[in-house]
């Protein structure tokens, strides 16, 4: 990562508001050399990571086991560095002390930094820790990243996790965590951001599991947050693809239908997320068809053109086949089925070819001469 230097704005406030909590021992940017803490600055044993609070997200909490891991690293002498990114290219660098009360003030500080700024990137916190080698990590965000090469937006909770890991060590922005422990506390969603599924849950553990152990983590642990008061601030929302999303456009004579894989199929699988929701947009989508047509479903994945195995082909046809039974189920005549046909990345829908729109199910209703 690109070294970074914090906004003296950022920097000043932080200042002030861990002055107040009687945090502070020392502030220094990520970017630049530390500085020696001060004499009453515990020595670090530890990394807090921080990506600021907003009103799409509730406030952090702080979990007993995380209180229990504090306070036994105080009895050790020890405190943290927290590193703050607060939705920003910023990331401020505080050495604090933790332990019994100082350990609620520090998530108290962690919610009082507003976001400020259009993404969010743990990943790059990730990749500026200065603690120990080997020592422990504990992340307070909702962990939907927004930036390259870990973008939640270009993901869309269907992304292979293992082809994350690829595309994150291929931009040389695997952190190193060899022997470190990992505790990710997920603050639950508020505001615009929409909530996810159990499995779309599933999945943002899945990446950060992947991540973290692809980083050399020793134990990665998830805490999933029970704060119930919305934060303040800014931050980017994640759009969440809901099983009866149905964009339909009409071209000349032509419906055409197209129905986000990443909301309608279990990650790798033809199998549907949930059924009945995909009843429901595929009735939208019918209920805007001529009445005189044939019907084209077609199954699409994202990706390089270039590379379109043969796996790739058979699983965007095998979806456009069960949404074809989901169509006969709403009374479309088998007949009026003209032609189910698997693309895989070989066609793609917008560009460029690696849009997660082009991960889709297309059902075209064409007008008969």
């Given at each position: 990562?690109?070294?970074?230097?914090?906004?003296?704005?950022?920097?000043?406030?932080?200042t002030?508001?861990?002055?107040?909590?009687?945090?502070l021992?020392?502030?220094?940017?990520?970017?630049?050399?530390?500085?020696?803490?001060?004499?009453?600055?515990p020595?670090?044993?530890?990394s807090?990571?921080?990506?600021?609070?907003?009103?799409?997200?509730?406030?952090?909490?702080?979990?007993?086991?995380?209180?229990?891991?504090?306070?036994?690293?105080?009895?050790?002498?020890?405190?943290?560095?927290?590193?703050?990114?607060?939705?920003?290219?910023?990331?401020?660098?505080?050495?604090?002390?933790?332990?019994?009360?100082?350990?609620?003030?520090?998530?108290?500080?962690?919610?009082g930094v507003?976001?400020?700024?259009?993404?969010?990137?743990?990943?790059?916190?990730?990749?500026?820790?200065?603690?120990?080698?080997?020592s422990?990590?504990?992340?307070?965000?909702?962990?939907?990243?927004?930036?390259?090469?870990?973008?939640?937006?270009?993901?869309?909770?269907?992304e292979?996790?293992?082809?994350?890991?690829?595309?994150?060590?291929?931009a040389?922005?695997?952190?190193?965590?060899?022997?470190?422990?990992?505790?990710?506390?997920i603050?639950?969603?508020?505001?615009?951001?929409?909530?996810?599924?159990?499995?779309?849950?599933?999945?943002?553990?899945?990446?950060?599991?992947?991540?973290?152990?692809?980083?050399g983590?020793?134990?990665?642990?998830?805490?999933?947050?029970?704060?119930?008061?919305?934060?303040?601030?800014?931050?980017?929302?994640?759009?969440?693809?809901?099983p009866?999303?149905?964009?339909?456009?009409?071209?000349?004579?032509?419906?055409?239908?197209?129905?986000?894989?990443?909301?309608?199929?279990?990650?790798?699988?033809?199998?549907?997320?949930?059924?009945g929701k995909?009843?429901?947009?595929?009735?939208?989508?019918?209920?805007?068809?001529?009445?005189?047509?044939?019907v084209?479903?077609e199954?699409?994945?994202?990706?390089?053109?270039s590379?379109?195995?043969?796996?790739?082909?058979?699983?965007?046809?095998?979806?456009?086949?069960?949404?074809?039974?989901?169509?006969?189920?709403?009374?479309?005549?088998?007949?009026?089925?003209y032609?189910?046909?698997?693309?895989?990345?070989?066609?793609?829908?917008?560009?460029?070819?690696?849009?997660?729109?082009?991960?889709?199910?297309?059902?075209?209703?064409?007008?008969?001469?």
């Open positions: 990562m690109g070294l970074r230097s914090p906004r003296p704005l950022v920097a000043t406030l932080l002030v508001a861990l002055l107040t909590t009687g945090l021992a020392g502030c220094t940017p990520a970017s630049a050399p530390s500085a020696s803490p001060s004499a009453s600055a020595p670090v044993g530890g807090v990571i921080s990506t600021g609070n907003s009103t799409n997200q509730m406030v952090a909490t702080l979990p007993q086991a995380v209180a229990d891991q504090w306070n036994a690293l105080a009895a050790d002498g020890k405190g943290v560095e927290w590193l703050n990114t607060p939705n920003t290219t910023d990331i401020v660098r505080t050495p604090v002390a933790v332990g019994g009360d100082q350990s609620q003030a520090l998530v108290d500080a962690v919610n507003q976001g400020a700024g259009t993404d969010r990137s743990v990943l790059a916190a990730l990749n500026d820790l200065d603690s120990p080698a080997g422990p990590v504990w992340v307070f965000s909702p962990l939907l990243d927004t930036r390259d090469p870990l973008d939640f937006t270009e993901l869309a909770f269907d292979d996790p293992a082809a994350v890991v690829k595309a994150v060590k291929k040389k922005d695997l952190p190193d965590l060899k022997g470190r422990q990992v505790s990710f506390v603050n639950p969603v508020a505001g615009d951001q929409a909530a996810l599924s159990d499995l779309q849950t599933g999945y943002l553990h899945a990446v950060w599991q992947e991540l973290a152990d692809a980083a983590a020793e134990r990665v642990e998830f805490f999933d947050g029970t704060g119930t008061v919305a934060g303040a601030g800014s931050g980017p929302v994640v759009a969440v693809p809901e009866d999303d149905v964009d339909t456009t009409t071209t000349g004579t032509e419906v055409v239908c197209r129905l986000p894989t990443p909301a309608l199929f279990v990650i790798n699988t033809p199998n549907l997320i949930d059924r995909t009843l429901q947009g595929l009735k939208k989508c019918l209920a805007k068809a001529p009445d005189n047509y044939r084209v479903v199954g699409h994945t994202s990706g390089d053109p590379d379109n195995g043969r796996a790739t082909v058979e699983l965007s046809k095998q979806r456009a086949t069960v949404v074809a039974v989901l169509l006969k189920d709403l009374d479309v005549p088998a007949k009026a089925i032609k189910v046909v698997g693309y895989g990345r070989s066609n793609p829908l917008v560009d460029p070819p690696t849009d997660p729109r082009n991960r889709a199910v297309v059902v075209r209703f064409e007008v008969l001469k």
